[in-house]
């Protein structure tokens, strides 16, 4: 069975970081490319951050370069989200994605006060 969930989300002010997790099971997580969404209030699902397998490819939205950093453990079947001098623009509901495969995690959210 697919598992993909997220943690480490929360509350932070503008200007703090977080880091998020999401940890897998059910697939061959190493051969996967691994991707963060992320849902604003009234906006549509975009992608933050892909990372390729086994780690040497990163992409990041406009939006999020050289703040954000997504890196993977592939041992621990797990991807990672660092997220540096966050915005309040930055709230939304952040998703963990396994593309080949097209599994969703739930969710978490992420709120940034001003």
């Known amino acids: 069975q697919v598992q993909v969930k997220e943690s480490g989300g929360g509350l932070v002010q503008a200007g703090g970081s977080l880091r998020l997790s999401c940890t897998t099971s059910g697939f061959t997580f190493a051969n996967y490319v691994m991707r963060w969404y992320r849902e604003r209030p009234g906006k549509e699902r975009e992608m933050v951050a892909s990372?390729?397998?086994?780690?040497?490819?990163?992409d990041y939205a406009a939006s999020v370069k050289d703040r954000f950093t997504i890196s993977r453990d592939d041992p621990k079947n797990t991807v990672y989200l660092q997220m540096n001098s966050l915005k309040p623009e930055d709230t939304a509901v952040y998703f963990c994605?396994?593309?080949?495969?097209?599994?969703w995690g739930q969710g978490i959210q992420v709120t940034v006060s001003s």
């Open positions: 994605y396994a593309w080949n495969g097209g599994y």
């Open positions: 990372i390729s397998y086994g780690g040497e490819s990163t």
